[in-house]
């Protein structure tokens, strides 16, 4: 799958060490996990193998290991290091997870598909807090819309409509945006870093208000 712009897809802080975790990213299913030394990886979340999610299997080192056979996949390009089966064979260099770009920055994970979008914009420099996400049912152009009647605007044109800034209740915003099914958004909330978390919920629960006001429901 080639997509044009850079989709932030997850915020840092909901992926650790050592966890792998499934999620959508226009209607593509994905295995978001980070190494042990906190590398992040978005692969397809297909074992080359059988086809099994990779997103129920659990990460070794710098490894993601299949739940169904064993089998082990390297970070970084997703070549198969290990058949537990076959303890004395390499695995062909063919063998391979298939590995999405990816890049971690303003406190989000961004998936880039198949080959990274030569797509550059003037990232925010200030600390920011995850404040929550919100799950809609509801178009892309739809909830860009509503960010624009709640006075937020686009962060700049080459974001592609996926991030926007403004302020609610006198704080800063950050609002990303993954189109993760043709008629769902999920909406990630973040704010600067000096915001209380009284605050950041406060916003979030208005966000949401705002949100249901429009009559999308939540999935
Ligand atoms: S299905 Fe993944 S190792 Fe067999």
New binding site residues.
């Given amino acids: 799958m080639i997509t044009a712009s850079w989709i932030p897809l997850v915020p840092s802080v909901l992926i650790e060490n050592g966890e792998v975790e499934q999620f959508l990213v226009e209607d593509h299913d994905v295995a978001v996990w980070r190494s042990s030394q906190g590398h992040v990886q978005i692969w397809q979340n297909r ?1 080359p ?4 999610r990779l997103s129920l299997g659990h990460v070794q080192g710098e490894s993601l290991v ?1 739940a ?4 082990q996949f390297a970070a970084e390009d997703g070549h198969c290091q290990r058949i537990p089966a076959q303890p004395e064979q390499r695995a062909p260099k063919t063998l391979c997870a298939t590995a999405y770009a990816v890049k971690e920055t303003d406190g989000m994970i961004w998936y880039g598909g198949q080959v990274a979008p030569q797509q550059t914009w003037i990232m925010n420099t200030q600390a920011q807090v995850y404040a929550g996400s919100v799950t809609v049912s509801a178009t892309l152009p739809q909830v860009q819309d509503y960010l624009m009647e709640l006075g937020l605007s686009e962060l700049g044109e080459q974001s592609s409509g996926l991030v926007w800034r403004g302020y609610a209740s006198d704080a800063g915003l950050r609002i990303y945006l993954t189109p993760t099914q043709s008629s769902v958004v999920t909406v990630h909330a973040m704010l600067v870093q000096h915001e209380r978390a009284s605050t950041r919920h406060a916003l979030l629960n208005q966000m949401r208000q705002y949100l249901e006001q429009e009559q999308l429901s939540h999935v």
């Fill in positions: 074992c193998h059988r086809s099994v299949c169904y056979h064993g089998w």
